[in-house]
């Protein structure tokens, strides 16, 4: 993951337009200069097509300062540990014993606020300890840390009595053997797989049980049987044996992919869209040809009357389009299948030159009942 979005909390887009750009990095932003690098932006989002409208300056510069005040937290970071480098040898060890028996002389009695920061042992703890930055209250949500779990910090430079702290120098050392092990999944690919020394047991989800037994007390235990479990994660996965029998895997015939949730309203929307962009050119033609056979034009009195279905088409089959093919969208990423983006698509998406995705991808349900997502390339089937 890239340390613009973690460090300086910038979302997918902006982090892609960034590094297409050349900054890999929090320490190549701070280097940029707003002018310029504004123009290098609008030209690398204009051949990539990430955003259709350019963010403002403004934004840009917002990024900037923000990677130059972290480099400034860096740059005081250093300054302190070469201020205060960790002591070694036989005046650590003095510093050390002289510091206990200050603390030992001072427990009798209050000494009031200490700052323990000048104890060598803190000294060496700071100096060994990774460089901590600020998060957002946004990451922590996602990263779903209640504030309940975050421990209250001690205050070193004003902290009343003695501090119980644990310092060590040394790394830590494991506490067990591990070895990757790698796991063939399917199609080629292999997991890494890390197994410890001890490992933990696994959650079986047959004794999980759900909240309305506790609610209602009288209410049994759902029975789940394993066996009608896996046959339905397996065809969610694959098609029935029968649906694809004496079809070549390599024919479009051939239905693939995961089993939509929305079979049929996916199909529909499929019809209604194909049938709006059919009649939708008709229409507007026919409603001219109305119109100038209307204000006596000699050239449209061969126009007979029953054109106007086809601006009435276009009405139902546009209000239809609204209803059922607007909101359909794809199982695995939920984009809008019939609703055309300017981004980029997936280079195993269906495409017809001229008429492009949205009608090619209808045309491949309807006839086929199953697609290729336009945006995540996915193969999705419509019959199980």
Known sequence: MSDLKTTLNLND?????????????????????????????????????????????????????KARGIQEQYAVVENVEAVFPPPSGAAADDAVDAAGAE????????????NFELDPDVVEMIALSPV????????????????????????LTAARGDVSMRVS?????????SKVVKTAVGGGIHVNTILFGSRKEEVKTMRVRSTSEFVLPSAKQAVVNPTENEDRIRLLR?????????????????????????????????????????????????????LMKDVQNPYFQWVPGWFLFFP????????????????????????????????????????????????ATAMHM???SWFRCTYCGTPVRLKE
């Open 13 to 65: 887009r902006v982090v892609r337009l960034l590094e297409l750009a050349g900054c890999a990095d929090v320490g190549s932003l701070a280097t940029r200069e707003l002018v310029d690098f504004y123009k290098q932006l609008s030209d690398v989002n204009r051949k990539a097509g990430i955003y259709k409208r350019m963010p403002a300056s403004v934004e840009v510069e917002k990024w900037i300062e």
């Open 103 to 114: 603390r030992e002389m001072s427990a009798s009695s209050d000494p009031g606020p200490v």
């Open 132 to 155: 901590a930055l600020p998060l957002s209250g946004k990451v922590l949500a996602e990263a779903g840390v209640a504030v309940q779990d975050i421990p209250e910090a001690i205050l």
């Open 169 to 177: 120098a040394r790394k830590r050392e494991k506490s067990m053997e």
């Open 238 to 290: 694959s098609a029935l044996p029968q649906t694809n029998e004496g079809v070549s895997p390599d024919s479009r015939r051939f239905v693939r992919g995961v089993l939509h949730s929305h079979p049929g309203r996916l199909w529909w929307g499929a019809v209604f869209t194909l049938s709006f962009q059919f009649f939708a050119p008709l229409g507007i033609f026919s409603a001219l040809a109305l």
């Open 312 to 359: 009435c088409s276009v009405f139902v089959f546009g209000i239809l389009f609204l209803l059922v093919s607007y909101g359909a969208s794809c199982r695995i990423c939920g984009q809008r299948c019939f609703v055309p983006r300017q981004c980029l698509k997936n280079n195993k998406a269906h495409h017809i030159p001229v008429l492009g995705y949205v009608f």
């Open 366 to 368: 309807v006839l086929f």
